[in-house]
């Protein structure tokens, strides 16, 4: 299809892990990117990936990247109360000079 | 803080009438970005300009348009506003056509 889909919601428990899934679209998509939008805020680059990657690792964030499925998720370890956030997944199509493609988000919903 | 600024962050305004957003990009970066968020639409990537020159264009209305000046700031001017614009507008910049993008905090316009 056309279109970055995600997941609409997720609810995990606060101490446990969150994986946040995303399918895009073009397989030529040389970045993908985590953007976490906190109620009334902007979009906060959160990591990225190169599509020459696997896996990329920032402290409590683990991206995975499986090229052959055009499937990117996050894993988020330890989830807070504070990560509590909308995530957005977006490719930068083939090409490099138009504008990130972005998946509809996922809500990540912290039970206490 | 992203290195984007965005002003004004709230605009109310009338059906039929026109306005012009701003954006600072963050310092080094050539590349300005306008994206449009909406509960219907999601993120829409709008229009693109590098080092002042139009780069690409997303799905923009022919009633708005964007121009970046020789200090790299950007404006989007709104016109002929519908209920139907009502929305969150961001501006991002990232250093060429293919680095990472930030995104300011956002204007929201609110048309009555």
């Known amino acids: 299809g056309e279109d970055v889909e995600q997941s609409l919601f997720l609810s995990v428990r606060e101490g446990d892990s969150s994986v946040i899934n995303c399918t895009y679209t073009?397989?030529?998509?040389?970045?993908l990117y985590w953007y976490k939008q906190e109620p009334g805020a902007g979009l906060q680059l959160l990591t990225y990936i190169f599509s020459n990657m696997d896996m990329k690792q920032d402290q409590r964030l683990t991206v995975l990247l499986n090229k052959k499925d055009k499937h990117l998720s996050l894993r988020i370890a330890d989830t807070q109360t504070g990560d509590s956030a909308i995530y957005f997944c977006a490719e930068r199509r083939g090409g490099g000079a138009d504008g990130l493609t972005f998946g509809k988000g996922t809500h990540l919903i912290i039970q206490p | 803080d992203s290195g984007v600024t965005q002003t004004p962050k709230h605009l109310i305004t009338a059906t039929g009438q026109r306005v012009t957003l701003r954006c600072s990009p963050r310092s080094g970066d050539l590349s300005v970005y306008w994206y449009q968020q909406s509960l219907d639409q999601g993120l829409q990537f709008l229009i693109q300009?590098?080092?002042?020159?139009?780069?690409a264009k997303g799905n923009i209305l022919e009633r708005f348009s964007a121009q970046q000046f020789p200090d790299l700031h950007s404006e989007l001017n709104l016109s002929s506003l519908e209920l139907g614009d009502s929305a969150l507008y961001f501006c991002?910049?990232?250093?060429?056509?293919?680095?990472?993008?930030?995104f300011g905090q956002g204007t929201r316009l609110t048309v009555v």
């Open positions: 300009y590098y080092n002042g020159e139009e780069r």
């Open positions: 991002a910049s990232s250093e060429g056509g293919v680095g990472l993008t930030f």
């Open positions: 073009d397989s030529s998509s040389t970045y």
